[in-house]
């Protein structure tokens, strides 16, 4: 391999060079001229396809959500200063990452859910179902303080607890408490 250094020919040359070669950099500064790839007869796996139509779908979200949501500038903006981040980045990575529920505490009909995201959890559903699958009491539970939510319930039975963000991803939890006092940790 020949090795130029100083060359006013080939500095800050990238890009292609006729029809089989190309340039591009290093992240060291180097030059690399090379063939150009043939992907012409590339396959791709349908767990590629759809990893690829994951990409377009948030891709499409992060471009009009970050200029319609200003928490997504909001965030980037707040954490810059650690990673080079934009409403964009935020708002992508929003799309791929549901909320967690990391505790549910039923008292007496009295329910506190502890949900987080990494952007914001936007509303929490809780549902009861009774034994034969019929829903008694849906509704949202009421933020009150950052990550905590509260809901108070008249019936018994199933338990269903939403988390939503929002990219409108969703979690779920379900769970049917045996005592007067019953705690779920995620």
Known sequence: MARLKKNAVI???SGQLGKDHYARHTKDGKTIISVKPDFSNRQFSEAQLE???DLKAASAYARVASKTNPIYGQIAKKKARKKVLN???VALRDWFRPPVIKRIEWDNGHIC????DDTMVTRVTVTIVSDEGKCLEQAEAQSIKGVFWKYQTTHSGLVRVEAWDFASNVTRHEFIPSKSYFVWDG
């Open 11 to 13: 500095s800050g040359l």
């Open 113 to 116: 859910i502890m949900a987080s």
């Open 51 to 53: 990893v690829q139509s």
């Open 87 to 89: 409403a964009y980045n």
